[in-house]
């Protein structure tokens, strides 16, 4: 039987609340008709980010704590291959994230474990757990979209003009048939 993939957990507001590419679409409202949650669309990025990220690699789940939010009872949905919980009312996202953990470990499960929280980080460490910093999440989503950004880039200008598609020998008897040379 194969070993099941490593856990990612997320801390997700600690990752939105550390980077600008998340809190600038903070209050930026979703298109969806009556949705008035202000962080609606930096979750959404997050997400997509998340996804992006795990490819295959980790089972990825992104916990938000829904204590604070416009709808605290949100349904936990897999979206892009990333489960998304939101604490229950009255439970924190710490709390849910030390939960996974530990049910990681009873199944000797490599996990690692994604926030800036010292609190968390203290408390989720050691074998087979890795802490990593929502810095170093916020640095690798960065690559990866500017990799994305530099292969659409590459490939749009590879294909703009017939003659950029033309082989040396086949373009140098067109130069000559245009009197280019």
Not at 110 to 119: G, K, Y
Not at 130 to 153: K, P, W
């Amino acid at each position: 039987m194969a070993r099941p993939a490593e856990l990612l957990v997320v801390d997700g507001y600690n990752v939105i609340h550390k980077s600008q590419r998340y809190m600038g679409l903070v209050d930026q409202p979703s298109g969806r008709l009556g949705d008035t949650d202000p962080f609606d669309r930096a979750r959404q990025l997050l997400i997509a980010d998340v996804a992006a990220y795990a490819q295959g690699r980790y089972e990825a789940v992104v916990v938000f704590d829904a204590a604070g939010n416009v709808s605290p009872e949100r349904p936990n949905l897999t979206v892009a291959g990333v489960r998304t919980v939101f604490s229950p009312t009255g439970e924190d996202a710490d709390s849910v994230i030390e939960r996974l953990v530990t049910e990681a470990r009873h199944h000797v499960r490599a996990v690692t474990v994604i926030t800036s929280d010292n609190t968390i980080r203290a408390t989720v460490g050691g074998v087979p757990v890795t802490r990593v910093s929502s810095d170093v999440l916020i640095a690798d989503v960065g690559a990866i979209v500017e990799d994305v950004r530099a292969a659409n880039e590459e490939r749009n200008h590879q294909h703009l003009t017939l003659e950029d598609r033309l082989d040396p020998e086949t373009r140098q008897k067109l130069d000559r048939l245009l009197g280019r040379i």
